[in-house]
């Protein structure tokens, strides 16, 4: 309660001097008081909304269409989770038919090399997206790929080939894209192929 002053009381200076000085009094502690009480009080914590990019609108920002998930050719599994990491291995499929079959210097150049492992890559996100029930925002980070390109004897740029892999998948998940990497190459790849990838990812 602050400081009053009694105005039915007649022929008397109101406020009095002793209620002006109660006034002061009193007006001198709230200062003190709040002085001391600055900073002290909660802040909101309620965050704000941030317009944050999902995978879903990278995708189709990018124009990117993930494939339908290429069924087993034999007794195994699209992918395997143990733990938070997914596995997956997967061949350049593409409408049911290996995209650019053969060996690089032989059949194919590396262009077409190249657009299959592209199409390799988007197999391996397509299963990975399955993995996930279709929420690729579980996605924690691409651990590890390893690409295996059908090569001859002698050849030596497969980190250029994979270099296709490796940049679709930061395309996609942006810092979270960025993996360890592995690249070879092999006298031959099932189905023909020309290329195979082996991917590692982490997920919540």
Do not use: W
């Amino acid at each position: 309660m602050g400081t009053t002053s009694l105005s039915s009381a007649k022929n008397v200076e109101r406020p009095s001097e002793s209620e002006r000085y109660l006034i002061k009094l009193q007006g001198e502690n709230f200062a003190k008081i709040a002085l001391a009480l600055k900073g002290t009080f909660f802040k909101s914590t309620v965050p704000l909304l941030e317009n944050k990019t999902t995978v879903a609108s990278t995708l189709k920002q990018k124009k990117i269409t993930l494939p339908e998930v290429p069924q087993p050719a034999g007794n195994y599994k699209p992918y395997i989770r143990t733990g938070n990491l997914i596995f997956i291995n997967q061949v350049a499929l593409k409408d049911g038919k290996i995209l650019n079959p053969g060996k690089l210097g032989k059949e194919l150049n590396e262009q077409q090399v190249k657009e299959a492992t592209r199409t390799t890559m988007l197999n391996v996100i397509a299963v990975l997206n399955e993995a996930v029930g279709g929420n690729l925002e579980q996605v924690k980070r691409c651990v590890q790929l390893t690409g295996i390109f059908n090569t001859p004897e002698g050849y030596t740029k497969h980190a250029d080939l994979m270099n296709v892999a490796s940049d679709l998948t930061v395309d996609v998940f942006g810092e979270k894209g960025k993996h360890a990497r592995a690249t070879f190459g092999a006298s031959s790849i099932p189905v023909n192929s020309a290329v195979e990838i082996q991917a590692i990812f982490e997920i919540d």
